[in-house]
DNA sequence: TCCCTATCGATGCAATTGCATCTATATGGA
DNA sequence: TCCATATAGATGCAATTGCATCGATAGGGA
């Protein structure tokens, strides 16, 4: 079995991208906990849930939605319920299952960390690529996805 | 005080990177775990000491090349001794310090490594984008270091 | 020379994560 | 109906990581 070689352009690329989004990743984790904030994956289920709306999630469809393992997600769930963030409800037709659900606090918490997360991202992107140069970015990097999707 | 707002292109482009990047992380650290073959951080450092010749590195020369924190150097190279991977010499003029230089095993291991390691990036990356595309990718994220760079 | 401070690297301890497995319910076929 | 298998979610335990701090040497003034 004869493995492929990536070409230097490749190589190249992966290693941009890898190193600056986890500089980006990890400045923006500094800026939350500098501000006493709670971590960006909490901040990725509150949106989700945020945008469910009141019908909320079960917590298998989170998994995907954050890039969570199914432990992570079930952990998560249960800091955030235990911090009244999101409440757990039994879902009728699913006795295994629960929907879970953003609470009122929860949607503040949302706003609080979106006050830093958004400014981080105005800095270290908005600020530093045009517009088209970001619609470009994200076409690119769209064609990297795992399943390939439309554009 | 008053923060700022993202454009939607540069959340959209944020999203994009951190969802993408994390998805190819995660697979090759997949791909090396199924083979049998250490994580990443291991090819960096491995890679790192490869190019640094004879001389070798001191640690705390490692720890922004490879993105890890100072305890996180210590750990891994404490692993790599042990392996047999790296050897560790004391540094004449520095009486706290030591230079670590890769191994004939710790190169064997890299190449292994790298087997998997360069076929996730060409199948992931070199496969997907023209050698074009990936040199406007890689200018684009160079955009984005911190401090920013020249191209 | 003698401190005072800075830097290098290691490590104890707590928190987090990963892996494997568990319980409970659901589903589908004999 | 009964059983075998699949799915939802939780969790015990081990490994890893983060934080704080430590011990040791360097360097630089007074």
Redesign the interface.
């Known amino acids: 079995m004869t493995?492929?070689?990536?070409?230097p352009?490749?190589?190249?690329?992966?290693a941009?991208?890898?190193?600056?989004?986890?500089?980006?990743?990890?400045?923006t984790e500094d800026a939350l906990k500098a501000n006493g904030l709670p971590p960006l994956a909490w901040y990725d289920v509150l949106h989700e849930l945020a945008e469910a709306g009141e019908g909320g999630l079960r917590p298998f469809e989170l998994i995907d939605r954050v890039?969570l393992a199914q432990y992570g997600v079930s952990r998560l769930l249960a800091r955030l319920e235990a911090d009244g963030l999101v409440e757990k409800l039994p879902v009728s037709d699913d006795g295994r299952g629960q929907t879970v659900r953003i609470t009122a606090s929860g949607r503040e918490m949302r706003r609080r960390i979106w006050?830093?997360y958004?400014?981080c991202?105005?800095?270290?992107?908005?600020d530093?690529?045009s517009?088209q140069?970001?619609?470009?970015?994200?076409s690119?990097?769209?064609?990297?996805?795992?399943p390939?999707a439309s554009d």
Do not use: F, H, N
């Not at 941009?16 to 400045?27: I, M, P, T, Y």
């Open positions: 493995k492929k070689s990536p070409s352009e490749a190589i190249a690329a992966w941009r991208l890898v190193r600056v989004s986890r500089q980006l990743v990890e400045r890039l006050a830093v958004g400014a991202i105005a800095d270290r992107m908005g530093r690529l517009a140069d970001l619609k470009t970015l994200a690119l990097l769209g064609r990297l996805r795992d390939p």
